[in-house]
């Protein structure tokens, strides 16, 4: 166990200093606006750099196979928080884990930055998938260790929090997109570089001010004897996995479809694993199991809404690069600007939404209808983009408006659930999971694109109605369907709202 208790860690990080809520707030904030910033930089001009031709500086990658993984490299991004989440509790503490995963990410985009082809783009990926691993649910973790149990700023600081994230994801696309669309891809890959080195700076030059013992320590150590053991079995799972590697991918065995297969198996299959070990640990309750029926079906709802929003990146995307008319009003756009057009919404409207919910007070809906209201918001983003198809055919060029709509949208669904959705499954997680609250809740994320790794390929403009027609239709009727049962799901939250 740890050496400090809870009061302890929350009395040694100083309590006031940002907007009114603990100095720490500063250091997490800037670290993951820097990440994000990254991320969503790089996001912002992957595709692109994937499927334009080698002689205009791209890789040449065929469209569907760069759609594809995009999809699949978004999922790994969030399944690797399974292994971040486990190092903090275990070997580093979050602090640490959150420093070695800056570092791992600096180091993806600076991969990325050099003109060194697949290659490189495969190394950065790895180093990237890793890295965010090692981050993003720590850094969101320790955001609980500012405050005590009962401080009522608790809340309000992940809105801040969640402020951060999408300012770094609005500015991202702005500076690292033009720079790599405008001059070249590499200078904007750079440029991400850069900003995860600020993040880092911050990080490093105001935790121990700031954040005081909050993710100093380790919860749950390993023990010596269990040390080696573990170790040895990484260790041979990482030479096992090389030597597998080794022979299938020269022998043309494991190519990135079959990988991409897999990663699709393995989205499916470790949420449904998760779900098993908890509902059958000893150590949960009977209301606790109940909780866990009640979290399924939002835990699936969850998944079709990222299903939707994760194909801003890629096949909206696409749809900036290939169908939209750029100049607009005299100015001419560039595709990845578009990528800043969800992140500015949730900028603008989140405060609202925050309102909204605060004077409906024990009127506003629950958080299954919530739910319902993200998936009815994400189907009518998707079957907005019918309408321009459906007027003037896939040959001539629309209107940016329509996708300005359709982000609009998907974050009004975004609104409705992303934010509620990290909150519920805090709650509805059993009390022996806790740790790993913020990695189950970004497996429905890491799920939802592990489905789009196979869906993202059916695209083109030829199937464009059917497409956004029958995705936007799901949602619609799963939205309906949890919306129907939202009294059931509700009981079975015993309590929970
Ligand atoms: N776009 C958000 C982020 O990057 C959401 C991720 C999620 O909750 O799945 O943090
Ligand atoms: N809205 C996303 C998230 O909350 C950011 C994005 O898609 O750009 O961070």
């Given at each position: 166990m740890s050496r400090y208790s809870k009061e302890e860690i929350v009395q040694s990080v100083p309590q006031k200093g940002f907007f009114g809520h603990p100095k720490g707030l500063f250091t997490l904030f800037f670290t993951e606006f820097w990440e994000r910033f990254s991320y969503y930089g790089m996001r912002a001009l992957l595709l692109y750099y994937m499927y334009t031709e080698v002689a205009s500086g791209g890789l040449g990658i065929d469209d569907g196979t760069a759609k594809s993984i995009m999809a699949i490299y978004g999922s790994l991004v969030y399944m690797s928080g399974i292994i971040g989440g486990w190092i903090a509790d275990r070997l580093l503490g979050t602090q640490q884990t959150v420093f070695y995963g800056g570092v791992l990410i600096m180091a993806g985009h600076l991969v990325l930055a050099l003109p060194a082809?697949?290659?490189?783009?495969?190394?950065?990926?790895?180093?990237?998938?890793?890295?965010?691993?090692?981050?993003?649910?720590?850094?969101?973790?320790?955001?609980?260790?500012?405050?005590?149990?009962?401080?009522?700023?608790?809340?309000?600081?992940?809105?801040?929090?969640?402020?951060?994230?999408?300012?770094?994801?609005?500015?991202?696309?702005?500076?690292?997109?033009t720079l790599g669309q405008e001059y070249n891809y590499h200078l904007g890959f750079g440029v991400a570089a850069v900003g995860m080195l600020l993040g880092l700076a911050v990080f490093l030059a105001t935790k121990r001010k700031y954040l005081g013992l909050a993710g100093t320590y380790v919860p749950n150590p390993l023990e010596r004897d269990e040390k080696k053991k573990v170790f040895t079995r990484i260790g041979l799972g990482a030479v096992a996995i090389i030597i597998v590697g080794a022979i299938t991918i020269p022998a043309g065995i494991l190519t990135i479809n079959r990988f991409t297969y897999l990663v699709s198996f393995l989205g499916i299959i470790i949420p449904t694993l998760y779900f098993i070990v908890m509902y059958r640990s000893p150590k949960t309750d009977a209301d606790e199991k109940s909780r866990l029926l009640a979290y399924i079906p939002l835990f699936i709802a969850a998944i079709m809404f990222w299903a939707i929003q994760e194909q801003g990146s890629i096949i909206l995307a696409e749809y900036a690069?290939?169908?939209?008319?750029?100049?607009?009003?005299?100015?001419?756009?560039?595709?990845?600007?578009?990528?800043?057009?969800?992140?500015?919404?949730?900028?603008?409207?989140?405060?609202?939404?925050?309102?909204?919910?605060?004077?409906?007070?024990?009127?506003?809906?629950?958080?299954?209808?919530?739910?319902?209201?993200?998936?009815?918001?994400?189907?009518?983003?998707?079957?907005v983009m019918i309408i321009p198809a459906s007027m003037n055919g896939t040959e001539s060029l629309v209107s940016p408006v329509w996708l300005v709509l359709s982000f609009l949208l998907v974050v009004i669904g975004e609104l409705c659930l992303s934010p509620v959705g990290l909150s519920a499954t805090t709650k509805l997680a059993p009390e022996a999971f806790s740790a790993q609250t913020m990695s189950l809740w970004f497996l429905s994320n890491a799920s939802a694109q592990a489905i789009n790794a196979q869906i993202v390929k059916l695209y083109t403009p030829e199937t464009e109605i059917i497409y956004f027609g029958v995705i936007g239709g799901i949602a619609i009727l799963l939205g309906a369907m949890l919306f129907m049962l939202s009294s059931k799901i509700q009981h079975f939250m015993k309590g929970v709202r």
């Open positions: 082809g697949t290659t490189a783009l495969f190394i950065s990926m790895f180093l990237i998938v890793v890295g965010t691993g090692l981050l993003k649910p720590n850094v969101s973790s320790v955001v609980g260790d500012l405050y005590s149990p009962s401080d009522v700023r608790r809340d309000s600081g992940f809105s801040i929090f969640y402020m951060g994230i999408n300012m770094g994801a609005l500015i991202a696309p702005l500076i690292v997109g690069d290939k169908r939209t008319d750029l100049s607009f009003l005299g100015i001419e756009l560039q595709s990845s600007w578009f990528q800043s057009l969800n992140p500015l919404f949730i900028v603008v409207l989140a405060p609202f939404f925050a309102g909204l919910w605060v004077k409906m007070g024990e009127r506003q809906p629950s958080t299954s209808k919530k739910f319902s209201l993200g998936l009815l918001f994400a189907g009518l983003s998707f079957l």
